[in-house]
């Protein structure tokens, strides 16, 4: 199982640009919500956004020049996951925050 969720991201930045583009998604459809409900948080989702198109950027060039031993996935990966599940946690924390706040006024 590991090694077929690694093979998803190493070597492949069309897979990383994807789920780039679906966070790109999800702040777009948050900037839509932040006009009902004030309090939703639309920033990690776009920095989660940029971080992942980057990420995206350094894998194509690992492609590029073939890097074999990757030492950067060792200390950028817990940084890149859990940075990304922070970032749902807290808008979808202030998505129902915001919809429960509306509802008691």
């Known amino acids: 199982m590991?090694?077929?969720?690694?093979e998803f991201f190493v070597w492949r930045p069309l897979h990383i640009?994807?789920?780039?583009a679906v966070f790109a998604a999800l702040f777009l459809a948050a900037l839509m919500?932040?006009?009902r409900y004030s309090q939703v948080r639309c920033l990690p989702l776009f920095i989660t956004c940029l971080v992942w198109l980057t990420y995206g950027f350094w894998?194509?060039?690992?492609?590029?020049?073939?890097w074999?031993?990757?030492?950067d996935l060792l200390f950028g990966w817990p940084f890149l996951f859990g940075g990304?599940?922070?970032a749902?946690?807290?808008?979808?924390r202030s998505l129902i925050h915001a919809i429960k706040s509306s509802e008691s006024e």
């Open 2 to 6: 590991w090694e077929s969720f690694v």
């Open 17 to 20: 640009w994807a789920i780039s």
């Open 33 to 35: 919500a932040k006009t």
């Open 59 to 66: 894998e194509r060039q690992a492609v590029i020049h073939r």
């Open 68 to 71: 074999d031993i990757r030492v």
């Open 84 to 86: 990304t599940a922070l």
């Open 88 to 92: 749902i946690i807290l808008s979808i």
